[in-house]
């Protein structure tokens, strides 16, 4: 089963993510944050977590997204005030929301998808409202740092006209329109519609340019090469993921699991649900969100079903326990 997302899915939304950086979408975006946000008490960090949900929108990837924002947030937090700890935090915890942030999830939203037996618009509408309350709370705690420490806003010279800005890379916005339009009016398969999305960065990159970046034939095929390169973690993610379940499955492991969890559950809901929390805690300390997910979504996520939680609900509940491995350390 993961195997089968990732090569007929995830692998494609990889490449529309490649594309788009390499047409200046990650510039983009980062001005967008800096002309919204730049005139307002710790600027630099706010600039930070809005960039990064926009660009997280369109990766679904933390690494990816701290690569391509925090080159430019993580300096321009230092020189704001902020100490080199809570700037790298602040971009890392910002950069992790990425993968809830629709309409590109990570690639644990499309094995999603295939175990709830549920659509990939499903899953996008059903993460809306937490994504924005978890960019909500990211940004007061950027704001109350900032108060704390007295930072103020950004210089007027580090501050993009937002007209300009636009008028210069409002075509950015034509592939998630074509996205969202592909999903949600002609109910296309995910794959399909990023395919649509990529046909439409490609087009618009060949024809504009943003902050001296532009498409050219050279440049998509090296987006391919790109896209390769950083689809060989996740596929060797999900065939050891698979490998695992498959261990679970034939030892019977993931039904003793699931039994001992739906009995503790008997008594509590909540007791159920705060061990869930630490165990998917305890597995992110060693492994990626993608395996984590799958692995709790096997073991963890029934016996939360069968008490009467939605599945909707239980899958994403462990999903945010799971995401929290790009953050947990070791």
Known sequence: VPMTVITTVVIIFVFFGQVLLRAGGSDFFTD?????MGRTRGGSAKIAVIASGFFGSISGSAVSNVVSTGVITIPLMRRSGYSAPVAAAIEAVASTGGQIMPPIMGAA????????????????VAAIIPSVLYFTSVFV??????????????RPDQIPAAGK???????????FAVLLFALFQWNAAPEKAALYGVA???AFGLAFSYSGKKLTPAIVVKC???AGRASVDIIVIGAAAGIILGILDRTGMSFGLTFILVQLGQTSLLLLLLLTAII???????????????????LAAPPIIKLGVDPLAAH???????????ITPP
């Open 32 to 36: 967008i944050a800096a002309a919204l």
């Open 109 to 124: 939203a499309f094995l999603m998808v295939e175990l709830l037996g549920t659509t990939y618009q499903a899953v996008v």
């Open 141 to 154: 705690q950027a704001d109350l740092e900032a108060g704390k420490r007295g930072i103020a806003a950004l």
């Open 165 to 175: 800005v636009f008028r210069e890379g409002w075509y950015f916005l034509i592939p």
């Open 200 to 202: 439409a960065v490609v």
């Open 224 to 226: 391919l090469a790109e």
């Open 280 to 298: 998917g805690i305890i597995l992110g300390m060693g492994m990626p969100t993608t395996a984590i997910y799958f692995l709790l979504a096997t």
């Open 316 to 326: 994403m509940f462990v999903l945010y326990f799971g995401m929290m491995s790009m």
